[in-house]
């Protein structure tokens, strides 16, 4: 199993453009998780799922949208993006029988908004 | 709103001694704490858990401690090893089936350096 797998590993963009994250897992995990996290800090979820086509807002969901049409796939999307949003992306996965901590992450995405 | 947060941001351990990471949680009504390890470029890893009707659960070389009184956690590695050096997040998590669900709240992190 490869695991949670993340593109692109790093990313420059506009302010303004926009982009989509794109986040696999393999695991049949029911349970996908977006987060982001700024420099010297800790992770702040942005929206996650708990199965296909059930997404909900985390913490810090403004500016970003997702979708799950498939059990693998947990998109993030940028539609307008602003420096503020320059930060690295983590997306996990998780089996809902499982422990709750046991959140399997992907090695993230770093976005520059320049 | 709650939070989870640490009292030292950076923790310099001499190679061989026992390391403590300490967070602090805000939500009395947590009732599962994970901590994670994050390696330099790389998502974070899994360490250990606990719930909270214990106190103390031990892995292999890392122990948690859990203090609801005072609403503390702490971890605890044993014979520190440089590959031990990353930055460890504490992160809570309300009753399952409740409104947080299955989402995590995260601490800010504790650098952990191991000096040889």
């Known amino acids: 199993n490869a695991g949670v797998t993340q593109t692109p590993k790093f990313r420059i963009l506009k302010i303004g453009q926009s982009m989509t994250l794109q986040c696999t897992q393999d695991?049949?995990?029911?349970?996908m998780y977006w987060y982001r996290q700024d420099p010297g800090m800790g992770l702040k979820l942005i929206y996650y799922s708990v199965g296909a086509g059930i997404t909900d807002k985390g913490e810090v969901p403004n500016g970003y949208n997702v979708s799950r049409s498939t059990t693998e796939d947990f998109p993030l999307r940028l539609e307008l993006a602003a420096p503020s949003q320059t930060s690295v992306y983590f997306c996990?996965?998780?089996?809902?029988?499982?422990?709750?901590?046991?959140?399997?992450f992907g090695p993230g995405t770093r976005l520059l908004v320049l | 709103g709650e939070s989870v947060g640490l009292h030292l941001p950076t923790l310099s351990v001499q190679e061989g001694d026992n390391s403590i990471i300490n967070c602090a949680y805000s939500n009395s009504a947590s009732d599962y704490f994970i901590w994670y390890k994050q390696e330099s470029g790389k998502g974070p890893q899994f360490i250990i858990d606990?719930?909270?009707?214990?106190d103390k659960r031990q892995g292999q070389r890392v122990t948690v401690l859990l203090n609801k009184t005072v609403k503390h956690l702490s971890l605890q590695i044993a014979a520190t090893q440089p590959g031990d050096s990353a930055v460890y997040f504490c992160a809570e998590n309300g009753p399952r089936g409740g409104a947080a669900g299955n989402k995590l709240t995260f601490g800010g992190g504790t650098r952990v350096l191991v000096k040889p």
């Open positions: 695991m049949n995990h029911n349970y």
């Open positions: 606990i719930r909270s009707n214990m």
């Open positions: 996990a996965s998780s089996y809902e029988a499982q422990e709750r901590g046991t959140q399997y």
